[in-house]
């Protein structure tokens, strides 16, 4: 019965709304466009001392079907030149495709035009801000999207802006999102954060004294991220194929690509 | 006061067939300080003389970037330049934005070209008055056009406009046969040569008053693109010394009268 219509099964990957039929009271099946569709995949940002890192899986499924392997969902944003060698920023959008793609092309103009009109690149905070307002500027038909912003701040230390899909936002040391992100946001927590660890012997209970807090270095974070995806790909169904990752230093953008599981 | 009855607004014809208002704005260009651009096979540039209105100013800016692959000069008024020069941004913008592709120059300049006619058609609006050398490069290699205020655009091998251009014409027309297998460098110091005659009789290039923009293509099959780079102050150094005066390492050849 349910097999054979459009609609996932119960357990099924789940689509950010119910997709379940209404069923009119004479049995008729009411039929009606929906413009929203989820693509799975997942991001991942974190920020250190003079870095920030920028990752998301390449892989973009609808349903159970994979649509491509390769599909990235982190962009540079802004630059003076079409191969963006000289940007600064970057954006990662995971949920509905179609809208990350249009958010980031609108988004890339803007950092542009700015920069046309101020005479200077656009600021992260300000190109944060921006986002925020380009995203409540469609608060009744929302871009169906998680982005998160990456960059250098003014003093040159790492920084990481996450957002709902309406431009609620706030600058953080690290944000997963996307389809594994409640996978991955408690291990981030515990890993970046030190969440809930203690140092040994320093007393009983209350006394207890926290793991003091460190920047990570570039090395250790860049493993992080690989463990977290690792993880995400065997729990969850919509996460593989490969991971993208760019690396944001004071010298420009580094971009490396590792492969993942494919099943 | 006026000229004659027939020019009070641009959408008058006179029994000549002149629109006097067009042919005013025209003026203005004249008034704007001289700006060059010339083209070779693989670059086009753009070389511009800044003016100060005083001691105590500020040099006024000639050459404006556009996009990656083009930029322009301007004679004229520099703030009917800004109102263009802003149209052409977002239309290059857009361009990219809509089809991930570079705006051919040809359609930017026609589409300038189309809005400074309207200017002159439409009662209670007025010409622009500024006249502009764009120069870029596009799928179909380097280019240099000029846009008058009448909405007349031509493509271009080089031209002088402004202040005394004429002066500098006839040294683009002396050594037009050099230019198209001209190196950058070569065609920059071509590009000063023309302004330094256009040059009043007690002025002299300066790192200040010079503004100097280039964009080319390089590479195999001439694919890869040099963005279009502004040169200003001490950036220009290299080239105004080549020019100035004394520095002449070779014979002035060409300058010889024709008969």
Known sequence: ??????????????????????????????????????????????????????????????????????????FKIGGTTSSQDDATLVLSVVGFAADGAALKERLDAIVKMYRYQHGKPMSVKACAQRLSTILYGKRFFPYYVTAILGGLDEEGKGAVYSYDPVGSYEREQCRAAGAAASLIMPFLDNQVNYKNQYIPGSGEGHALQEREKIPLPRNEVEDLVKDAFDSAVERHIEVGDGLQMLIITKSGIEEKYLPLKKD | ???????????????????????????????????????????????????????????????????????????????????????????????????????????????????????????????????????????????????????????????????????????????????ADAGREELVVHGLKALKESLAQDKELTVENCSVGVVGVRGEGMKAIEGFKL?????????????????????????????
């Not at chain 2, 020019?7 to 006179?14: A, H, I, K, L, R």
């Not at chain 2, 040169?231 to 008969?259: H, N």
């Open chain 2, 1 to 179: 006061m006026f000229r004659n009855n027939y020019d009070n607004d641009s959408v008058t014809f006179s029994p000549q067939g002149r629109i006097f208002q067009v042919e005013y704005a025209s003026e203005a260009v004249k008034q704007g300080s001289v700006v060059v651009g010339l083209v070779s096979k693989t670059h086009a540039v753009l070389v511009a003389l800044k003016r100060n209105a005083e001691e105590l100013s500020s040099y006024q800016k000639k050459v404006i970037a556009i996009d990656e692959h083009l930029g322009l000069a301007l004679a004229g008024l520099a703030s009917d330049a800004r109102v263009l020069s802003n149209f052409m941004k977002q239309q290059s913008l857009s361009s990219r934005l809509t089809y991930g592709r570079a705006i051919p120059l040809s359609r930017l300049v026609n589409s300038i070209g189309d809005r400074a006619q309207t200017n002159t058609q439409h009662y209670g609006k007025r010409p622009y008055g500024v006249g502009l050398l764009v120069a870029g490069v596009d799928e179909t290699g380097p280019h240099l056009f000029e846009f008058q205020p009448s909405g007349m655009t031509q493509e271009m091998v080089a031209c002088a406009i402004g202040a005394r251009s004429q002066m500098a014409r006839t040294y683009l027309e002396r050594n037009l046969d050099k230019f």
């Open chain 1, 1 to 74: 019965m349910a097999m054979f219509s459009q609609n996932p099964l119960m357990n099924g990957p789940n689509y950010s709304f119910s997709q379940t039929p209404s069923t009119a009271a004479a049995g008729n099946k009411e039929h009606s466009f929906y413009p929203y569709t989820d693509n799975g995949g997942s991001t991942l940002a974190i920020s250190g001392n003079d870095f920030t890192i920028i990752a998301g899986d390449t892989r973009s499924t609808s349903g159970y079907n994979i649509n491509t392997r390769y599909s990235p969902k982190v």
């Open chain 2, 231 to 259: 040169f200003d102050g001490q950036d220009v150094k290299q080239w105004v010394d080549m020019v100035a005066e004394g520095a002449e390492e070779t014979a002035e050849e060409g300058m010889d009268v024709d008969s």
